[in-house]
């Protein structure tokens, strides 16, 4: 079961860049993201009610429900995409894969639990694989002061990520299931975008087109529906820093849908980051061997 929820969140979150590309045009994207997790909530709410599977949360759930939605269903999002304006993408994935180990440090830090040396150990092989995968992109990029903003915003966007991980584990240990949380937060994170755009005076106009209509419901059912829930149903059973290895898998995704929609061909240190990725993954994954007790000594 964990195997198919992890391969079905690489292949969705590793296919949505194709969705968000096509949403890029007359619609801002600060009302894109209010109009996603707005359809996603609403969709996640009938699903529940209708199946009668809606939990009840007290306000101590509510609480942490709107503070999940800020995290992982507004400021990610909106790190993340002004950040795109300033540095390429494949800065953004190099650095958004660090969230391996930005949750091991947060649930040892918040959950107290034990930092495995496999897991470090394969999120730093990710990471170094994706340098070299993206290695021409990183190089010939200039640096500049709104390549240091955009890189603050980026990390920034991942910590909040991070964040979002502890909040849906944190909710999970009080009984409360990914599908009702996930509801909740993406409702409020959807009103606090909104309320943003509304300050910055950004118009929230809509494309009837069928391209931005196609997408927007990509992003919002199996990219948001589906994707978060199984994501962080992940989170809860494997623990958020293994979970988040997806995120090192997300962009190597991409590059091989790259390949037959826009033409991307493999060099030799892009296969060796692959291999690297790989081997990161193994690693993460792998069970730590049980330390056996000593035999009682004989008399």
Known sequence: MNLSLYLLTVLIWGTTWIAIKLQVGEVALVASIAYRFALAALVLFALLWFSGRL???????????LAQGLCLFCLNFLCFYTASQWIPSGLIAVIFSTATLWNAINARLFFKQRI??????????????????????????????????????????????????????LQQKAGLKPLT???????????IVAFIGLLSGTPFTFDWSERYVGSLLYLAIPGSVIGFTA????????????????????????????????????????????????????????????VLAPAPARA
Request: charged share 10%.
């Open 181 to 191: 949380t996930n509801a909740w937060g993406m409702l409020y994170g959807a009103l």
């Open 116 to 169: 495995a040396t496999n897991v470090l150990l394969g999120g730093a092989l990710g990471l170094a694989g994706l340098g070299l995968l993206f290695g021409p992109e990183l190089l010939g990029h200039q640096a500049s002061r709104e390549s240091l903003l955009g890189i603050g915003l980026a990390l920034c966007g991942t910590l909040c990520f991070s964040a979002g991980n502890m909040l849906s584990s």
């Open 231 to 290: 994501y962080l149903t992940l989170v809860g059973r494997m623990g958020p820093e293994r979970a988040a290895y997806c995120t090192v898998l997300f962009p190597v995704v991409a590059l091989n849908i790259s390949v037959f929609v826009e033409g991307y061909q493999w060099t030799a240190p892009a296969l060796l980051g692959l291999g690297l990725v790989m081997l990161g993954n193994v690693l993460v994954f792998r069970k730590p061997k049980p």
């Open 55 to 65: 939990q009840p949360v007290d306000r101590r759930g509510q609480i942490i429900c």
